[in-house]
């Protein structure tokens, strides 16, 4: 039944209702440029009516039945899973990039462009097999391309090195952000119990879960209580409040290594299980392939190149003589680009002349024949790994590869920012913030606050003649 203050309680309703509302705007504007943050809208509704006859229900006023959070979760799920393609691609790009940089073709400090001025200087030898000068530039080329060989297999062989360090910072990260969201997890299981909505501590969640996805692939299940569990393949990473660690063990890398073929202790991510971590497509997977497929192949391909390049110059030049009548001579030392070296030569051990058939022609100071046939080798097809073809064939089949595969990560980069961003846009456009709509919203609940206010001091003036001057005569 309505009672004779009625008035003043819907009207203190309506106040701390609209004020609550501008709260609610005020929090908005505040986070306007928070990252994660979603907006809040406090949902009104009427508060249940009174039966009051003979005019039936008599409403008795408004109040705030939850402050709702604008989150839409299916794009939030696409947002993770680009993210973490997103991540895998620029990986791939950033790391191949350096790669590119370290064969540093077409420059004159690569690879290809040492092997000319190596093939060059047995050129002008081979025209002046006597000169002493001439000799001297062909050791000094070799050098050059010596050093281009292993400069560019150490660069490769540190860049996995690198990797290989990350791929244990990236793994205490996820460990620590795993930690976090189950220390969410329980935090908003206790305010989802006492009947609130933890709106702020989900955008919490929400934003940890995105630095997540930039690291490791992974699926997200709805628990009970607001809670969440986030699936690695088939290990649970947060499983409610409770957080699993990653782990690493370490084995020897590359299996295939031979001799004094350099060798580093690889870190494998693993459950404790001893179970490998299924990574998805992400940025960890995206190292794990880089150091592990990519780089190891590009390593071995240029360490069979360099073999091969060794191994054809070296016979060449066993068969030939020098100056000082030497004959049987390596030229290179070595067995791959990580040791690839020139043997301790004198010029005039450089052997240049060639006799065919075996006469006195190796004494003849002219015969620049076997210079000559070394310089050939530019253009000979030699068994490089499983395939024949010449050297600089070779080199420019290796750069392809990497240049391709460059290329593809870049263009794929691209293609996932793009949709990214178009994510982005579909995210603010429900969760964003827009300052001009809370503006308008703001002057509405700060005009039917002042509406409040004014019925407040009308229903007290009407009181305060009632308990004032009824039943006074004359007035």
Known sequence: MAGTFLGIEIGKRALMTHQRALWVISHNVGNANTPGYTRQVADLRATPSLDAPPYGHLGTGVDVVQIRRMHDAFTQIQLLQEEMSLGYWEEMAGRIGQVERFLMEPTESGIGQALDWFWEAWNELAKRPESIPEREVVLERARGVADAFRHTRQQLYELQLDLNRQIEVQVGEVNTLASRIAQLNKEIARVVRLGQQPNDLMDQRDELLRQLSTIVGFTIEDGKDGQISVRMGDHMLVDGDRAYRLETRT?????????????????????????????????????????????????????????????????????????????????????????????????????????DPPTTGLEEPGNGENARRIADLAHTDLLIGSTEMTVDEAMESLLARVGSMGQESQVRVETQTVLLNHLEDQRASVSGVSLDEELTNMLRFEHAYAAAARVLTAVDSMLEHLILRTGRVGL
């Open 251 to 355: 084995k020897p890398f590359p299996d295939d290594a031979q001799g004094d073929q350099p060798q580093f202790n690889a870190v494998e991510v693993i459950w404790p299980d001893g179970d490998l971590a299924n990574l998805g497509t992400s940025k960890l997977q995206a190292m794990v392939e880089l150091r592990d497929t990519h780089i190891q192949g590009w390593i071995r391909d240029l360490d069979e190149l360099a073999k091969a390049f060794i191994d054809a110059v070296n016979a060449l030049h066993r068969q030939g003589g020098g100056l000082d009548g030497s004959t049987d001579l390596d030229f290179f030392t070595g067995e791959g680009a990580w040791d690839i070296g020139v043997a301790a030569l004198r010029p005039e051990q450089v052997a240049a002349a060639y006799d």
